[in-house]
């Protein structure tokens, strides 16, 4: 267990529709990270949070937007769902960022179908 | 951007065998970690590895960040190592981790 916690396992959802996928950090953890697993992109990284402000930025569709809260959990809110979207998203947790970056932690992921 | 290559994409062995799996990159990176993904799809943290050796178990890794190239040794290979087998590095300044294509390792009994 890598003491990352994402909520929901599975979503099923329809086109057009929004969803908000959430993450708790390992404790200790101020870094978190959110990554989009596809069949035709692999493991792509979608944006990073240090400490509740944004700190990089990944190929993150304008339609999909995060945030991380005073208490270091995340959310990443993906919205006018297309059926391209789904995937598996994964949160990860790092101590700090910092040079070099320290090692990631992974959720087990939130798969997501778009029907 | 910087480019990871996995070799080889996809690996068969009988069970007992050993492999090795290389991640080469096309630039200079702060950071490596290679990954097991499980056939549950859980992604599992083997090594963070920015240069040199490491051991644990039956595996281990090396990684040469001047010739942009790590390298995961698998030995007396079991049925649970089955799965893929993914390299991320992270670029010298960007705070991000760039996962490879991955090797995808099945390990017969």
């Known amino acids: 267990d890598s003491g990352v916690t994402q909520t929901p396992k599975h979503l099923i959802t329809a086109t057009g529709q929004r969803v908000t996928l959430r993450c708790s950090p390992r404790?200790?953890?101020?870094?978190v990270y959110w990554y989009q697993q596809s069949l035709d992109q692999g493991l792509q990284f979608l944006i990073q949070?240090?400490?509740?402000?944004?700190?990089a930025k990944g190929n993150i569709l304008e339609r999909f937007s995060a945030q991380q809260f005073p208490d270091l959990h995340s959310e990443l809110n993906l919205s006018s769902l297309e059926l391209g979207d789904s995937a598996l998203y994964f949160c990860?947790?790092?101590?700090?960022?910092?040079?070099?970056?320290?090692?990631?932690?992974f959720g087990n992921g939130t798969r997501l179908t778009v029907t | 951007g910087i480019q990871v290559e996995q070799s080889p994409p996809d690996l068969i062995l009988q069970e007992g065998a050993n492999s090795t799996l290389r991640c080469n990159f096309s630039?200079?990176?702060?950071?490596l970690q290679w990954f097991h993904q499980n056939p549950w799809g859980q992604l599992i943290n083997l090594f963070y590895?920015?240069?040199g050796t490491k051991q644990n178990g039956r595996l281990s890794a090396t990684t040469v960040a001047t010739e942009r190239y790590s390298l995961l040794y698998i030995s007396s290979s079991q049925t649970t190592d089955s799965g893929v087998y993914f390299c991320?590095?992270?670029?010298?300044?960007?705070?991000?981790?760039?996962f490879g294509t991955g090797t995808r390792l099945k390990v017969l009994a």
């Open positions: 990860a947790s790092s101590v700090v960022s910092e040079d070099p970056d320290p090692p990631l932690h």
């Open positions: 404790s200790g953890d101020l870094s």
């Open positions: 630039d200079s990176v702060n950071n």
């Open positions: 949070y240090y400490n509740g402000e944004e700190r």
């Open positions: 590895i920015p240069s």
């Open positions: 991320a590095v992270d670029p010298s300044g960007t705070y991000k981790y760039i």
